[in-house]
């Protein structure tokens, strides 16, 4: 049976979730903000935050798949199995 290493999980579910993170805030910055739907200048001052927080849910759900490589990866670095 395969030993786990926490350590490397966490850091590798945390890399995925700033990862996500990253991804949404592009994916905000190319929408259109225009209408009666926006929030002002308060939207775009929070903006940032919320889409690390976004990417923080993605990652402690199902997640994009990144982990598990991620981690494989630093477990390997370390010298593991």
């Known amino acids: 049976m ?7 999980a966490k850091v590798a579910r945390e890399f995925e979730g ?8 592009i994916m905000m910055e190319s929408a259109e903000m225009d209408g009666d ?3 002002g200048s308060g939207e775009s ?5 919320l ?10 759900g ?9 981690e494989a990866q630093i477990i390997r670095m370390q010298g593991g199995q």
Not at 2 to 8: L, V
Not at 45 to 49: E, S
Request: overall charge positive; hydrophobic content about 50%; charged content about 10%.
């Open 45 to 49: 001052m929070f903006r940032g935050i």
């Open 18 to 25: 700033v990862f996500a993170g990253q991804i949404a805030k």
């Open 51 to 60: 889409a690390e927080q976004i990417g923080n849910q993605i990652a402690q």
């Open 37 to 39: 739907f926006t929030g």
């Open 2 to 8: 395969p030993r786990t290493n926490s350590g490397a």
């Open 62 to 70: 199902r997640g994009l798949g990144l982990a598990a490589a991620v």
